[in-house]
């Protein structure tokens, strides 16, 4: 068969006055408009192709048409893709930027009132505070032989500031 399509190259199709031919003729026609077909050959080989059965990957133009369609459609999809990961980005750094606001401004506060009970404390009452092992036991006082007279309450130490004495020069 081979040898047969070496010898006849060239194939010629003739339309009667039949009916049939000419809707035929007018359909070819119409679909040379309407496609990719650039000569009446191009349709007769795609008619043949598809009219026997052969895989239309086997035939080079049809399978470079699909190949670009298909270069096309996944070109969309990838952007599409980009498009949609690229929102989920600026969605997520929006709430970590929100996050991180809230935890800005709560360790604002959180410095506010550390700031402020430190200002409470007097440095006067810093440097009265003694070193605890230059303390001297007091004696006890009795209340008992204590007679109408109002013993003052012995201030309490904080033992914060007693540690943070120790770090204190003396003369300060």
Same mark, same amino acid.
């Given at each position: 068969?081979?040898?047969w399509?070496k010898n ?7 339309f +009667?006055?039949?009916?049939a031919d000419r /809707?035929?003729?007018?359909? $070819?026609e119409?679909?040379?408009l309407?496609t990719?077909? #650039? /000569? !009446?050959s191009n ?8 009219f026997?059965?052969v895989?239309?990957?086997? +035939?080079s ?6 190949l670009?369609?298909r270069?096309?459609?996944? %070109?969309?999809? !990838?952007a599409?893709? =980009?498009?949609n ?9 929006e709430g970590?930027?929100?996050?991180l606001?809230?935890l800005s401004?709560?360790?604002s506060?959180?410095? =506010?009132? $550390?700031n402020?009970? !430190?200002?409470?404390v007097?440095?006067a009452? $810093?440097?009265r ?6 303390v ?5 006082i009795d209340?008992?032989? $204590?007679?109408g007279a109002?013993? %003052?309450?012995?201030?309490? +130490? ?5 540690r943070?004495s120790s770090?204190?020069? #003396?003369d300060?």
């Amino acid at each position: 068969m081979a040898l047969w399509a070496k010898n006849k190259a060239d194939f010629s199709v003739a339309f +009667t006055e039949d009916p049939a031919d000419r /809707t035929l003729l007018a359909a $070819v026609e119409k679909e040379l408009l309407l496609t990719k077909y #650039q /000569t !009446f050959s191009n349709l007769c080989k795609q008619a043949l192709w598809q009219f026997l059965s052969v895989s239309e990957s086997a +035939t080079s133009a049809s399978g470079f048409i699909r190949l670009e369609q298909r270069i096309a459609e996944l %070109a969309v999809k !990838f952007a599409e893709f =980009e498009h949609n990961v690229s929102a989920e980005e600026v969605s997520r750094l929006e709430g970590l930027e929100h996050h991180l606001n809230k935890l800005s401004a709560q360790l604002s506060q959180l410095q =506010e009132s $550390v700031n402020s009970k !430190f200002d409470r404390v007097s440095f006067a009452q $810093v440097s009265r505070v003694v070193d605890p092992d230059a303390v001297e036991s007091e004696p006890a006082i009795d209340n008992d032989s $204590v007679s109408g007279a109002e013993v %003052a309450p012995r201030e309490e +130490t904080d033992p914060l500031l007693e540690r943070l004495s120790s770090l204190l020069p #003396q003369d300060f």
